[in-house]
């Protein structure tokens, strides 16, 4: 439940500053196909291949990940530092990695996770761009800190999780020789 309450958290922060535009935009009487055009973009950008989103991968380097703040941001985020220690001090028990089926399948979850925040980003660059256009410099620049810190690191964040868990896979497959 906690879980939840930090990723509601931050979705409706970040969405209502994003609504916020939006409704301006719509009260000034303008077509409602661009938002509509923006949402289908945003859309199709989650179906893209794994394998196109992998070149979008910023280091295959734990560190870089470190230097910019990612282990800060794992006490954030859903599924993350804080919420497992509120767990595990109300007793509840605290999700590890097992073994090779368990790491494959958050593997998957990562890239789900990924792939959503890949197809927000999308919206905000969007929305932040009919920002601009439409001479709201304030909410533009709203709107991409938002998306920096709703979409921008917790893609960082999946990726250096995606090398953290593939590490362990490579070390479980070398002890297995």
């Given amino acids: ?23 301006q ?6 077509s409602l196909w661009l ?11 989650y ?11 910023l280091s295959s380097n734990r560190r870089i990940y470190e230097m910019i703040g990612i282990r800060a941001m794992r006490w954030l985020v859903q599924d993350g530092m804080f919420v497992s ?25 990562i890239a789900v996770q990924e792939r959503f925040h890949y197809s927000c980003f999308v ?27 709703y979409n921008v690191y917790p893609i960082l964040l999946q990726q250096y999780n995606r090398l953290r868990i593939k590490n362990l896979l490579n070390q479980s497959a070398i002890q297995k020789m």
Wanted: glycine letters at 6%; proline letters at 1%; hydrophobic letters at 50%.
């Fill in 1 to 23: 439940m906690f879980n939840q309450l930090i990723n509601i958290f931050w979705t409706v922060i970040v969405f209502s500053v994003t609504g916020h535009y939006w409704g």
């Fill in 25 to 30: 935009y719509f009260a000034e009487k303008h």
């Fill in 35 to 45: 938002v509509y055009i923006y949402i289908g973009v945003s859309v199709f950008a």
């Fill in 47 to 57: 179906t893209i291949p794994a394998r196109w989103v992998s070149f979008l991968t």
């Fill in 85 to 109: 220690r509120v767990n595990r001090s109300l007793g509840k028990k605290h999700r590890r990695i097992s073994g090779t089926a368990s790491a494959r399948a958050y593997l998957t979850t």
């Fill in 123 to 149: 919206f905000f660059a969007l929305s932040m761009a009919s920002a601009l256009g439409s001479g709201k410099v304030l909410a533009a620049i709203s709107i991409m800190l938002c998306n920096i810190v």
